[in-house]
């Protein structure tokens, strides 16, 4: 065997990725591999790299989607460069920003939204009649920080909150 190269099953030993993590990346286009006479994956070793910047970029709460429309700004789906994350990580910040942003009003409203038992519909900030925040996209749009008087036209929506 070529020494460059490592068999899924070193790959996911070394990299801590599940072999059928491996086999899923593969199939989604972030990874990329070879095939020995006898059918078996064969990895170059540059791909742990590879396969740590997925992590990575998971961890940070990327889909796998936006992970490989990152990879694909590499040429010849190489590995990520030192200088290739900064730019990467760079163009991510506005999205890790909005989100550090949705989940710290999330955190801020938690204990007086959900479960408070207030039983007062017209100042709860989970109230949704008619099911009219379904237009501005999923989850609990109020509580994200949609205004419910921002209602869509012909609906008016009245909630006053406790603050």
């Not at 068999?7 to 059928?20: D, Y």
């Not at 199939?27 to 064969?42: I, M, P, V």
């Not at 990580?89 to 920003?97: I, N, T």
Request: aromatic residues 4%; hydrophobic residues 35%; glycine residues 8%.
């Amino acid at each position: 065997m070529n020494d460059k190269m490592i068999t899924i099953g070193e790959l996911a030993k070394r990299s801590g990725v599940a072999a059928s993590a491996l086999r899923f990346y593969e199939d989604a286009g972030l990874l990329h591999s070879t095939r020995t006479s006898g059918r078996q994956r064969q990895f170059s070793r540059d791909v742990l790299r590879r396969v740590g910047f997925i992590r990575v970029a998971q961890s940070i709460g990327l889909r796998l989607e936006e992970i490989r429309a990152a990879l694909s700004t590499l040429p010849e789906n190489r590995t990520p460069t030192k200088q290739d994350w900064e730019r990467l990580s760079r163009s991510w910040r506005p999205l890790l920003q909005q989100r550090i942003d949705s989940l710290t009003a999330l955190r801020d409203q938690l204990s007086s939204c959900i479960g408070c038992g207030c039983l007062s519909l017209q100042k709860c900030a989970l109230y949704n009649p008619e099911d009219i925040a379904q237009t501005r996209g999923n989850g609990p749009r109020y509580l994200l920080g949609d205004n419910p008087a921002e209602a869509p036209a012909g609906r008016t929506i009245r909630i006053a909150r406790d603050d």
